[in-house]
Nanobody, 128 residues
Framework: QVQLVESGGGLVQAGGSLRLSCAAS????????MGWFRQAPGSEREFVAR????????LYADSVKGRFTISRDNAKSTVYLQMNSLKPEDTAVYYC?????????????????????WGQGTQVTVSS
């Protein structure tokens, strides 16, 4: 069972940048597709980005497309989320997630129920 630990959150002004990291405990990390989700107070947890096992395919929510970049380093068992041009509406707890299941329908990777493993989350606050 993989354990995930996020880091890199913090307070930043609008227009600034942050890079989140998610370190996985398992040696077979490369067999997991990875995702980032976020949850603002009073809101549902929502999809942000997803990356394939090899790192060759990515998927983004429309709200972050062009501003956020997901990447992974399988040698370090780590997935990253580079967040640029941050907006106050990006304020949320950010979670990384992992799934070993292969879905033929890419849209499934946007659904939080499709991920088996979750980190504890890291707070991102963007001030205006």
């Amino acid at each position: 069972q993989v354990q995930l630990v996020e880091s890199g959150g913090g307070l930043v002004q609008a227009g600034g940048s942050l890079r989140l990291s998610c370190a996985a405990s398992e040696r077979t990390y490369s067999t997991y597709a990875m995702g980032w989700f976020r949850q603002a107070p009073g809101s549902e947890r929502e999809f942000v980005a997803r990356i394939s096992r090899s790192g060759g395919n990515t998927l983004y929510a429309d709200s972050v497309k062009g501003r956020f970049t997901i990447s992974r380093d399988n040698a370090k068992s780590t997935v990253y989320l580079q967040m640029n041009s941050l907006k106050p509406e990006d304020t949320a707890v950010y979670y990384c997630a992992a799934t070993r299941t292969s879905y033929s329908t890419i849209r499934y990777y946007t659904e939080k129920e499709k991920y088996e493993y979750w980190g504890q989350g890291t707070q991102v606050t963007v001030s205006s």
